[in-house]
């Protein structure tokens, strides 16, 4: 792992992530990526041996923009954001199941996890490069692939917001049982991520706990390219 990433991950505060993770649903993480290992992951963007598929958003109405999964093996960065974030956020997830009443089922590691995949067929790398130029946007949706779920992913703001693109702010919106829907806009630096549900939280109310879902999308680009990094945990059928 290269001594800058592996510094940034261990000086992650955790206790703080997680306590935001609770309170919020999601959390914005310091740069954890620098300028370089930005251009590198974009400049692999139009070397088509490292992607397994290549998705035209419109063609399925998803919006207008396009993505594209990483074929295994993963390129080194990506392999240790994912080997690397897992961990700290299994404990949230098992926290957030027993407040729902939810036996423990994460494992420690993210190895022991992808075994749990491939046992019910999720054999296809998740993580992504997403690309969106001017009028370019994402509609709300969540990232689910199979019957193995990880709560949480993680995703990176490739490139500088104001200077390279304008527009193109991440949306996550939560919809509560019998309630009108509340969303957030966030806005991410250079090298900075946001780990957020893929699914769904756990809300106290005045009952005990209970679940809220959320999507996620990006609103839409007005001038410029925007590029975004996807750490998705869980594989794909």
Avoid at 26 to 53: H, M, W
Avoid at 56 to 72: L, S, V
Avoid at 217 to 225: A, L, M, Q, R
């Amino acid at each position: 792992m290269p001594k800058q990433l592996q510094t940034s991950l261990e000086n992650l505060n955790w206790p703080s992530i997680q306590q935001s993770l609770d309170e919020q649903g999601y959390v914005k993480l310091p740069a954890l990526l620098n300028k370089q290992d930005c251009e590198d992951v974009i400049s692999g963007y139009e070397e088509e041996d490292y992607f397994r598929t290549t998705i035209d958003m419109a063609r399925y109405r998803f919006g207008i923009g396009e993505y594209k999964y990483y074929n295994t093996p993963l390129p080194p960065l990506l392999q240790q954001l994912r080997e690397g974030l897992y961990p700290e956020l299994a404990i949230t997830a098992n926290r957030w199941l027993g407040q729902l009443g939810q036996p423990a089922t994460y494992p420690a590691t993210l190895a022991e996890f992808l075994d749990l995949c491939h046992l019910e067929g999720q054999n296809r790398p998740t993580p992504l490069i997403l690309k969106y130029e001017t009028g370019g946007y994402n509609c709300l949706h969540q990232d689910l692939y199979g019957n193995v779920c990880f709560p949480f992913q993680v995703v990176f703001a490739l490139n500088q917001r104001e200077i390279d693109f304008t527009g193109g702010e991440f949306l996550l919106v939560e919809q509560r049982p019998r309630a009108q829907s509340r969303g957030h806009v966030i806005t991410l630096e250079q090298g900075e991520g946001l780990v957020f549900p893929t699914n769904h939280r756990p809300l106290l109310g005045t009952r005990g706990y209970y679940k809220t879902t959320l999507r996620h999308g990006v609103s839409t680009v007005k001038t410029g390219t925007r590029y975004s990094l996807g750490i998705i945990f869980h594989d794909a059928k």
